[in-house]
T-cell receptor, first 116, second 113 residues
Framework: QKEVEQDPGPLSVPEGAIVSLNCTYS??????FMWYRQYSRKGPELLMY????GNKEDGRFTAQVDKSSKYISLFIRDSQPSDSATYLC????????????????FGQGTILTVHP | DTAVSQTPKYLVTQMGNDKSIKCEQN?????MYWYKQDSKKFLKIMFS???????INETVPNRFSPKSPDKAHLNLHINSLELGDSAVYFC????????????FGPGTRLTVT
């Protein structure tokens, strides 16, 4: 079993839809949770970053972490064709100054297509 | 200005050759990483350096040797390339003590024929 499970999709939605992307994980010691967006043939770009449980909102994006269920989500409101990309969840035990040196464990990514 | 840069962007080479990939970050970060992304887009850490010192080596074959001449640079040298080494290699960096997550470079697409 992988440490981080993410449905690879692909997920296809119409423009304007609310998109929900999810990851589950098995290691309860994970404390920091990230969402990266990766366009085709580009590097992962940090979208959202949260610590421990709770919600964080940034524009059209909302990240949720439920540590009790070992479940994280990314919601995209009013989705746009420019949101079409692969979305990667990632998590780490601690950040670069900690004992795991910020090593990220990734899900396998969900391919999202938003069509006009 | 590009925060994390890598060269080359594409690398096509034959089995058995030796090749290097270079990475530079201008963010002033202390920690740098190499990640490998396979054909299924799965990203996995290979190495991490903190202030030029190797701190993570994730059971990568000895043919892969990272080198950090200073804390802004982390290079990856690969000896005796094999077909299975074909992948996209990403450099990333992160800052100690400020709670910063990792920022990634644009990737180097390595194809071994």
């Amino acid at each position: 079993q992988k440490e981080v499970e993410q449905d690879p999709g692909p997920l296809s939605v119409p423009e304007g839809a609310i998109v929900s992307l999810n990851c589950t994980y098995s290691n309860s010691a994970f404390q920091y949770f990230m969402w990266y967006r990766q366009y085709s043939r580009k590097g992962p770009e940090l979208l959202m970053y949260t610590y421990s449980s709770g919600n964080k909102e940034d524009g059209r994006f909302t990240a949720q972490v439920d540590k009790s269920s070992k479940y994280i989500s990314l919601f995209i409101r009013d989705s746009q064709p420019s949101d079409s990309a692969t979305y990667l969840c990632a998590m780490t035990l601690d950040l670069a100054g900690g004992t795991s040196y910020g090593k990220l464990t990734f899900g396998q990514g969900t391919i999202l297509t938003v069509h006009p | 200005d590009t925060a994390v840069s890598q060269t080359p962007k594409y690398l096509v080479t034959q089995m058995g050759n030796d090749k290097s990939i270079k990475c530079e970050q201008n963010l002033g970060h202390d920690t740098m990483y190499w990640y490998k992304q396979d054909s299924k887009k799965f990203l996995k850490i290979m190495f991490s350096y903190n202030n030029k010192e190797l701190i993570i080596n994730e059971t990568v074959p000895n043919r892969f040797s990272p080198k950090s001449p200073d804390k802004a640079h982390l290079n990856l040298h690969i000896n005796s390339l094999e077909l299975g080494d074909s992948a996209v290699y990403f450099c990333a960096s992160s800052q100690d003590h400020r709670g910063s997550p990792s920022y990634f470079g644009p990737g180097t697409r390595l194809t071994v024929t």
